[in-house]
């Protein structure tokens, strides 16, 4: 039941104002958001960088209701490559883009999404820089690889996330295991019904190990977003098994948890990228990942108390 309150609560423009103004929320939020602004991200992308941590930004959008507020959340992405270029960061930092804030859940909106998706992919290839398209839950998989396969056309580094827990997942993985191809692979936070996503633990994790397998043993590009030190490990046992060099896959963790470690692997030359959360829609963004898994709170929590 946590769950769809926590979901409510995100809903709510009451709770919104008690969270928001009460004195121990911004500490907190602070740590795993980069800021309300641009310049804030910015600041946040040259710190993660002068310890040698790329990354990719997510802009917080709003929640999508019509075209006009899809067009609001892709010029803030077209804003935010113009910064990189200006301040040479393409180099260092990539976007990440949730279609749904594109549109893809109103009518007509798979065509609304994609036309969006294609102006930042090419705003992203004049920097030198890419576009990654995150995933949400399990309704909206063929929609996001089906505008994947149309922007990878013209923008064939334009990446995508694979969530594990989803029972597809393997076969979405051997399909995208090819040469040029970039996916970020992660457990996944969504509350999804038995009937499409394994639910303990265990078999999330085994999951895991199995697509992994699959994306190292491929000729693609793949992208480790996990914060468990097994599957890290895993990571590396299975890149010497399969000869790739360390610039051959990357580790991805979220802007805030675990930065001794991310630091750790920055420091061995592995390539590592947080991603970095920005915008003013923080407070939604913040219950919503709570809402998608309550495990989540614990996890945050613990982070905060255990983060140097």
């Known amino acids: 039941m946590l769950g769809p309150a926590l979901l409510a609560a995100s809903r709510s423009d009451r709770i919104r104002r008690l969270v928001s103004g009460a004195a121990v929320t911004r500490p907190v939020v602070d740590r795993f958001v980069a ?30 209701t019509d075209a006009a507020q899809a067009h609001r959340n892709r010029d803030a992405y077209l804003g935010l490559l113009e910064a990189l270029g200006r301040e040479g960061l393409g ?7 949730k279609l749904s804030a594109f549109g893809q859940g109103l009518p007509g909106g798979h065509d609304l999404a994609l036309a969006g998706a294609r102006r930042v992919c090419e705003a992203a290839e004049a920097i030198g820089t890419t576009v990654t398209l995150d995933m949400e839950d399990h309704t909206t ?3 996001t690889l089906a505008i994947l396969a149309e922007l990878r056309r013209d923008f064939p580094r334009t990446g995508a996330v694979l969530q594990a827990y989803l029972r597809r997942t393997e076969d979405d993985a051997r399909a995208l295991a090819v040469e040029g191809s970039r996916v970020r692979l992660v457990k996944g936070a969504y509350r999804e019904p038995a009937s499409v ?14 697509c992994l397998r699959i994306l190292m043993a491929g000729d693609g590009y793949p992208m480790i977003g996990s914060h468990d030190p097994r599957m ?30 991310q630091r750790r692997l920055a420091a061995e030359r592995r390539r ?6 920005y915008g003013a829609d923080w407070y939604g963004y913040f219950m919503r990942r709570l809402a998608e898994r309550p495990a989540n709170l614990a996890f945050f929590l613990r982070s905060f108390t255990t983060r140097h």
């Open 141 to 143: 998989v063929d929609s």
């Open 197 to 210: 996503a394994y639910q303990s633990r265990r078999e999330v994790d085994l999951a895991y190990a199995r």
């Open 91 to 97: 180099g260092h930092a990539e976007v990440s883009v």
């Open 232 to 261: 890290i490990e895993l990571a590396v046992r299975l890149a010497a098994r399969y000869g790739r060099s360390p610039s051959a896959y990357e580790f991805q963790m979220l802007y805030g948890i675990r930065d001794a470690e």
């Open 35 to 64: 800021g309300d602004a641009l310049p804030e991200a910015l600041e946040a992308v040259r710190a993660l960088t002068a310890h040698g941590i790329d990354a990719t930004l997510d802009h917080l959008g709003e929640d999508i």
């Open 272 to 277: 590592i990228r947080a991603y970095v959360p």
